[in-house]
């Protein structure tokens, strides 16, 4: 079946692949628009393949709230650049993989995978499909999902998300939404590790205390003072364990007028007559954790002129 020139056109159109690789893929399917596409999807999922071993430390994160459901979702999809990260084939991807989260509710990204997109192709088969046309490893790496009211911020572009839930009666009002974005961006400036306090684990709190008696006991100014003393200090330097790592004791960054977030919570859930409070966050940061590939460019150049 012959082909012609506006066929390659709307193949390439349709799949977002090089001129050359729609000619190859209509001459090895007789024609057959259907077929070229599979074709390309075939050789997509050899390159993906391929691709797979290739450290994805960039891309982005996001955060995202579906008021009417009262579903919040946070997302992470790493690629191999930052450049990756501003195309707007890439953003939608992760924008629609975020969608099927919030309807479809998967328990694990196993499960998330085999997820239907609106097309009907699974989650995993969109995410070949992106490897095919944009030419990087792309992974989804981890997601959040919280039922209730929920507040989502996501800054520098998707370098930092964070996705918090909140006990109230308020969320109908704008001022929540003002309140929750404002808590939200404490999350990401600051990264505390806690809401509050009693969730701290009593194993993080006996290491601390030791870490903090170790301290004492090194100071030549106090290590002769008495044991009661010094169990007296570590536990008012706990306090300001607290302060750095609890959500609610931490100093409220955006204004003076509260002295902590605690406080900014009770004062504008006072103002406006109901209650809110803090249930859960979750604070993500594009590729952390992930041991990003060192390279040494001068060496690299060196060894392609060899």
């Not at 328990?107 to 085999?114: G, K, N, T, Y």
């Not at 046309?133 to 507040?151: K, L, P």
Request: hydrophobic letters at 40%; aromatic letters at 6%; a negative charge.
């Amino acid at each position: 079946m012959a082909f012609t020139a506006s066929d390659v056109k709307k193949l390439r159109e349709q799949t977002g692949c090089g001129m050359m690789d729609c000619k190859k893929a209509l001459t090895n399917s007789d024609g057959d628009f259907d077929k070229a596409v599979e074709f390309l999807r075939e050789k997509g999922l050899a390159a993906s393949a391929k691709k797979a071993g290739r450290i994805a430390a960039d891309g982005m994160v996001y955060a995202a709230v579906d008021t009417e459901k009262k579903v919040g979702v946070a997302l992470e999809v790493n690629a191999e650049t930052d450049f990756v990260a501003k195309n707007e084939l890439f953003k939608t991807f992760v924008k629609d993989v975020a969608e099927v989260i919030v309807e479809q509710n998967p328990a694990d990204l196993a499960a998330l995978l085999e997820c239907k997109m609106a097309d009907g192709n699974t989650v995993e088969a969109a995410r070949q499909d992106k490897v095919l046309v944009i030419g990087e490893n792309i992974q989804i790496r981890r997601f959040t999902r919280f039922e209730g009211d929920c507040v989502s911020y996501i800054h520098g572009g998707g370098t930092h998300a964070v996705l918090v839930q909140f006990d109230t009666d308020l969320a109908d009002k704008p001022e929540f939404a003002v309140c929750g974005k404002d808590v939200a961006m404490q999350i990401a400036a600051v990264n505390p590790g806690y809401v509050r306090e009693s969730e701290v684990p009593a194993s993080v709190l006996e290491e601390e205390k030791k870490v903090l008696m170790a301290q004492i006991e090194g100071d030549p100014k106090m290590a002769s003072k008495p044991e009661q003393v010094k169990a007296k200090m570590v536990e008012g330097k706990i306090g300001k364990f607290f302060k750095e790592n609890c959500l609610l004791d931490q100093e409220f960054v955006k204004a003076t007028d509260h002295s902590s977030v605690g406080k900014y919570l009770a004062d504008t859930a006072k103002a406006l007559g109901g209650k809110l409070d803090v249930v859960k966050f979750v604070r993500y940061e594009k590729g952390e954790g992930i041991e990003k590939k060192s390279e040494d460019f001068a060496a690299e150049i060196a060894s392609m002129v060899k």
